[in-house]
């Protein structure tokens, strides 16, 4: 049993100034369904539209990650996605009644805090991991970025910035365990450097920022007339150059500070692909847009993996989901009519069953057996008893209910099943479940090649006795 889903306890509000814009804005973590994910809500428009924190909403990543459904946007939402993931919420809807996050001291700290605050508290789903069974990447050359996951047993990362200059230049980072962000990562800071910050201000592109948000880099000489109208601008007393060429409105947490924030809004960004992963992310040089482009690239490989869960081949030696005794509390049917072993996979529209063909069948008997044959009616009901299960695992008191066919169609035979096959029946829901009809098709395969498909509509119904 694998641990379980997290949301919020109690709601919780920190309000700001957001960067860019310059507004006030109040956000608020509210608790959230199992399964529902993180969603953000713009309490301030009509209608109140909400925007799940999903990599296919970005709309924007410049100095920051923006997503946006329907012309409705939220702006700079890395480090309140950061807290979501290092705090451990699956689950949460974050109210906010304006367009930006406020940027506080530009790190992810007092969202962690206000989170810590809130309390969280467990659900009844399990939290579900994709793993990464093969290297994946994404490269931008012109950018000198690269970035790589790598399968592993925990989801770790590990960062290096290289921005050339003589007073930010080679940085790494790694964080071990999503558990130590709070300690490690969390109140890990932004930084600029000092001619982009002059290039925003001039293009009234930071309404929001001051010299209490941003570690400022100094890569050049600077006169004191210049200090003294950034400390006029920014209304302090006075600024001046530290040795190591950063501005003196903050202190460091760490030497490695830029990397590890740069590590911050990979986790932040990288949430958006809308589950959890075990991988070890290797990223050299990385911004938003390489996070953003990188979270879809692993979005897509977990689709694709999801489909091909139930296309062969498939692992009929692994444990099943049912054994034949657990099918047996579930189906009515019993020997020699039982026709389905076990149960490999499941989800909230496919099953994966399996039937071991033996000589020792009662058909065999008398069907062809001096040539023995599976007879395709059986094969239909196999592969029908499959979809059964499915349908009554989703019922209660599923013992009180049988199923019954209305309608087969689109019958395919494509080879023959002998003593000796294995049947592996892959079936998906047509249409969702609906007053008691379950529209299913599905493919047998033996040996990964096709022998039967088509699809049936069967109508769930009380026993008589119930």
Do not use: W
Not at 137 to 144: L, Q, Y
Not at 170 to 198: G, M, P, S, W, Y
Not at 212 to 221: H, K, Q
Request: with cysteine; glycine share 6%.
């Amino acid at each position: 049993m694998g641990d379980k889903q997290k949301t919020i306890k109690n709601p919780v509000t920190i309000s700001g100034t957001g960067l860019h814009t310059g507004v006030d804005v109040k956000l608020t973590f509210k608790p959230a369904p199992a399964d529902s994910g993180i969603c953000f809500k713009r309490v301030d428009l009509k209608d109140q539209p909400e925007i799940r924190a999903v990599c296919t909403n970005v709309t924007g990543t410049l100095r920051g990650t923006t997503i946006g459904i329907n012309g409705a946007e939220v702006n700079t939402v890395e480090h309140v996605m950061a807290a979501l993931s290092g705090m451990g919420i699956d689950n949460a809807l974050v109210e906010i009644d304006n367009n930006e996050t406020p940027i506080l001291d530009g790190s992810s700290r007092y969202f962690a805090e206000a989170l810590e605050k809130a309390g969280a508290i467990e659900q009844d789903a399990i939290r579900k991991y994709e793993t990464i069974d093969r290297v994946l990447s994404f490269t931008d050359p012109g950018n000198k970025v690269e970035m790589i996951a790598i399968p592993s047993d925990v989801f770790k990362i590990s960062v290096m910035i290289d921005f050339e200059t003589e007073v930010l230049s080679t940085q790494n980072a790694t964080l071990e365990r999503l558990e130590d962000f709070k300690n490690e990562i969390a109140n890990c800071r932004t930084f600029v450097f000092l001619h982009e910050l002059e290039y925003l201000l001039s293009n009234d592109r930071i309404k929001g920022g001051d010299l209490s948000n941003a570690i400022v880099f100094v890569n050049r000489v600077i006169s004191q007339e210049e200090l003294d109208r950034l400390a006029k601008l920014f209304n302090k007393p006075s600024v001046k150059v530290l040795k190591k060429g950063i501005l003196n409105n903050v202190e460091l947490y760490f030497e490695n500070e830029p990397a590890r924030h740069k590590l911050l809004d990979v986790v932040g960004d990288l949430s958006l692909i809308g589950s959890r992963i075990k991988a070890h992310i290797i990223a050299k040089r990385p911004g938003h847009k390489s996070n953003v482009e990188f979270a879809k690239i692993i979005k897509q490989y977990i689709v694709e993996k999801e489909k091909n869960r139930f296309v062969p081949p498939f692992d009929v030696d692994k444990e099943p989901l049912f054994d034949i005794n657990d099918i047996m509390k579930v189906l009515p049917h019993r020997p020699p009519f039982l026709l389905i072993d076990k149960v490999m996979d499941m989800d909230d529209t496919k099953v994966v069953g399996v039937k071991n063909v033996t000589m020792n069948e009662a058909f065999f008997v008398g069907h062809f057996p001096d040539e023995p044959v599976m007879p395709g009616v059986l094969q239909i009901e196999a592969m029908a008893q499959t979809g059964g299960i499915f349908i009554m695992n989703k019922m209660d008191n599923p013992q009180n209910y049988i199923t019954l066919f209305l309608k087969i169609d689109n019958i395919k035979f494509r080879n023959r099943v002998v003593p000796g096959d294995t049947i592996v029946f892959s079936l998906e829901l047509v249409s969702p479940i609906r007053r008691g009809l379950c529209h299913m098709k599905g493919i047998g395969y033996v040996a990964g090649k096709p022998v039967i498909e088509g699809e049936m509509l069967a109508q769930i119904t009380k026993k008589n006795n119930s």
